[in-house]
C-alpha cells in the first residue's frame, strides 16, 4: 500500500478573544494513493482547518504545532514548511481543491467558456486557442455537461449542480493525480447531489485519482469513499475501511452518525440526532472530547484522554479512540 498523503501530529489552534481554539488535536492520518478517503465529523470538527493546512492557505490567526508533518508522496519535505516555488507546484500540478461552496465562486460576468479557458491559459500560455476549446470541451464532457448548451452560458443561467460542475471540470485542467474536495454537494437537492457523486465515482476509477472527500454526510461519503476518518471536536475518533465502517461501527460516536442517516420507514423518514452539542474547543475537557455526549461514558472517560489505538486483527486499517475495552476485545 502506498500513501498519496501523510499527516502526523497535525496540531491547529486559532487565536480568538476568548483564548486559543485548538480545532485540530494531535491528528495523524494517511492517505491511500488511488483511493478515496472520507473524512466525516459535525459541522465545526476540523475539517476545513485540516485541508486548509495541506493546501497552504490558513488564516493569519491560525498556528500551527512545531512537531505537525504533512508529507506528500513518502518525499520527506514537510509540506508545512516548505518554500513558496515548490508549493506552487505542489498546489498546482499534482493537488487540486474544490472549495467548500465553491459553486458560488464563478465569476457572474463571464462566460463559462472563458472562465475555463482562462484557466488552462494560466497554465499553459503556449496552447492554440483551437486546442483551448477542444480541451474545454473535453473537461465538459468529463463531467457529463452538455458544452453546446453551457460553453456561452454566464453562472446565473445554470442550476447549482451545473455550476459545481463545472468547477469540477476546472479542478481537473491540470490532469492532477490527488484532488480535494470540501463538501462537494452541500447546498444541492438530494437528486443533484447523487448525480454529482455518480460522476466523482466515475472520475476516480478512470483516472485512478487519489481524492479526500470533506462531508458531514456519512451517507453520500460511502458512495465513493474506500476508507473513511471520523472527527469530532478536532480529533480522531475512528478510522476504518469503509464496507467495515458501515457494517460495524466501533466509536458510540460513529454509531450515532450512523443513526442519524435518514431511512425511510413506509412513508416516514426517520432520523435519530445525536443528542446534545458540540465541545468547546477553548477550554476542552479532561478525558475523552466526546464524553458529553457519549451514551457509554464511564467514569474513566472523564479523567483520562483516550489515544488512538489499533483494533486487533485489521492489520493497522482499523483504528479507534475509545476506552471501552469491548470494542478490542471482539
Ligand atoms: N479563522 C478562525 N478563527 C477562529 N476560529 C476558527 C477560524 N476558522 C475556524 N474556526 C473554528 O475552528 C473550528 C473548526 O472549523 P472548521 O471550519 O475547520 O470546521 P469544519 O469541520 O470544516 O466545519 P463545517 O462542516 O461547518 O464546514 C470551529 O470551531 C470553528 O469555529
Ligand atoms: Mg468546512
Redesign the pocket.
Known sequence: MENILEIKNLDIS???HNGF?K??DNLSITFEKGKVTGVI??????????I?SIMKIL?A??QIGKNSRIIFKGNDKNLLTIRKGELQDFRWRKASMVF?AAQNSLNPTLQISEQLMDSIWDHDSSISKKDCIRKTEKLLHMVRLNPERVMDSYPHQLSGGMRQRVIIAMALVLEPEFIIL??PTTALDVITQSFIFDILVDLQKQKNLSMIL?T?DLASAAKLAHNMVI?YG?ELMEVAPSMKLFNNPLHPYTKGLLGAIPFIDGDIITKKSIDGT?PD?INKPIGCIFQDRCPKVFDRCKKEHPEIRDVPGSDGKRKVACHLEEIFNE
Do not use: F, W
Open positions: 486559532y487565536s480568538t481554539l480545532s485540530v465529523g459535525e459541522s465545526g470538527c476540523g475539517k476545513t482547518t485540516i486548509n488564516p490567526n491560525a467548500q470540501d463538501e470533506i458531514h472527527m478536532g458540540p474547543l
